[in-house]
């Protein structure tokens, strides 16, 4: 997550590069820090640095760095002319690189050459098998295709070597309930919650495949995941709020007088409920009545 001082700063240096006031290199690189893209400015701004003999052997080493940002961002742009430019560049510097490698890669990949892609993947694989751009090149390919089980395959094949990556198993959890396939979503965030518990984002995702799978058990244990969302997020989680009642109600109809706990527990519940409609008063006003008229179909 880019934080609001870094996006401050990078629209400032935006500006100033657009408008001709320099730090295109300064631009460039926080962009890499930061993970974003923005293919279309740094192919105009990369490429003026590229052009400009002066300022390139001013980069001294950091120029190869911008051959590889600049061809990526070209592939983006399907300018593949420039992308393939760039990476002869790349080439006949590196010979035997895979880094380079995973580039041309990349471009057969950027061209809707699948086969001869996944053959330069699987070849690069072959060299080294912990290669994890690559295992992830691999899944970005088959989602692109739009092979969803393909892309399920890659991910757990991933996953069975690099089991920490928490992003790849938030990923897999997002396509699993894209799929409806929940109880393998559940799965994935048991994991997650396992390994960084205090992200209240996991908690909310759980609970609400928890609910949409249904039945007393799972409302129970969808409503204690609301709760803990809660609490890590200081009670202010509209959503989780919302999933209280909604499980709270849930579980009254399901229960009928079995469980008496479930029943006659109604704290929870009216704190939520007090808490949803503080909140509306303050930046909803207007939907306030709403809500009113939904808490009370809830029974509460």
Same mark, same amino acid.
């Given at each position: ?55 390139? $052997? ?54 809707? $050459? ?155 519940? $009216? ?30």
């Amino acid at each position: 997550m880019v934080s609001r001082e870094d996006e401050i700063r990078l629209n400032e240096l935006e500006n100033q590069v657009d408008n001709g006031g320099g730090g295109t290199w300064e631009y460039l690189c926080l962009l890499r820090k930061l993970k974003l893209r923005r293919s279309d400015k740094v192919l105009t701004h990369g490429l003026s640095l590229l052009n400009d003999p002066k300022k390139r $052997s001013a980069l001294a080493a950091e120029e190869w760095t911008l051959y590889e940002q600049v061809a990526v961002a070209a592939m983006d742009c399907q300018n593949f002319g420039v992308a393939k430019d760039c990476l002869n560049v790349l080439q006949n510097k590196f010979p035997e690189s895979k880094r380079v490698g995973r580039l041309e890669a990349m471009l057969l990949e950027a061209k809707g $050459s699948w086969a001869e892609a996944e053959k330069a993947y699987s070849s690069l694989l072959e060299d080294n098998p912990l290669d994890q751009a690559v295992h992830k090149r691999r899944v970005a390919m088959a989602k692109s295709q739009g092979n969803i089980s393909g892309a399920i395959e890659w991910l757990n094949k991933y996953l069975d070597i690099f089991m920490a990556d928490h992003d790849a198993w938030r990923e897999l959890a997002e396509i699993y309930v894209s799929q409806q396939m929940y109880k393998q979503a559940a799965f994935c965030y048991e994991e997650l919650i396992l390994a960084q518990p205090t992200i209240p984002l996991y908690h909310l995702a759980y609970a609400d495949v928890l609910y949409t799978l249904g039945g007393l058990e799972n409302f129970q244990a969808a409503k204690k995941y609301y709760a803990s969302t809660i609490d890590l997020t200081g009670g202010k989680n509209v959503r989780a709020l919302y999933g209280i009642c909604l499980c709270t109600y849930a579980i009254g109809q399901l229960s009928k007088g079995r469980n008496k706990e479930d029943k006659d527990g109604s704290e929870l519940q $009216s704190l939520a409920a007090t808490a949803l409609e503080k909140d509306y008063k303050y930046r909803a006003a207007g939907k306030l009545s709403i809500l009113t008229s939904t808490l009370r179909g809830l029974k509460l």
